[in-house]
């Protein structure tokens, strides 16, 4: 059974920072890419970042290029996501998701999705 399980949120202030985390059990993690989406209320659910199988390339959303930074540790099974210079508009529920073809920016494509975690960035 495969599980993957954020933790990390909670309430920030504005230009404060958070570190998502994201552990994975169940699958061979090292085979399958990585990301962060988020869906802020009334929005659909939209990527963040996302890491390759080595974490030799990363994406990022042009909302968090050079704020945000996505890394994964294979002999930890986790996913992390720094956050930095947070923004009020940055407040969503996270989810990380697996994929074990390609990255992707689809929702569609994962195979498999985190519960999600709240990350509220008050202004």
């Known amino acids: 059974q495969v599980q993957l399980v954020e933790s990390g949120g909670g309430l920030v202030q504005a230009g404060g920072s958070l570190r998502l985390s994201c552990a994975a059990s169940?699958?061979?993690?090292?085979?399958?890419?990585m990301a962060w989406f988020r869906q802020a209320p009334g929005k659909e659910r939209e990527i963040v970042a996302g890491?390759?199988?080595?974490?030799?390339?990363?994406n990022y959303a042009n909302s968090v290029k050079g704020r945000f930074t996505i890394s994964r540790d294979n002999a930890k099974n986790t996913v992390y996501l720094q956050m930095n210079s947070l923004r009020p508009e940055d407040t969503a529920v996270y989810y990380c998701?697996?994929?074990?073809?390609?990255?992707?920016?689809?929702?569609?494509?994962?195979?498999?999705w985190g519960q999600g975690i709240q990350v509220t960035v008050s202004s």
């Open positions: 890491v390759s199988r080595s974490a030799g390339s990363t």
């Open positions: 998701a697996a994929n074990r073809l390609f990255y992707s920016t689809s929702v569609g494509d994962y195979d498999y």
């Open positions: 169940g699958l061979t993690f090292s085979t399958y890419f």
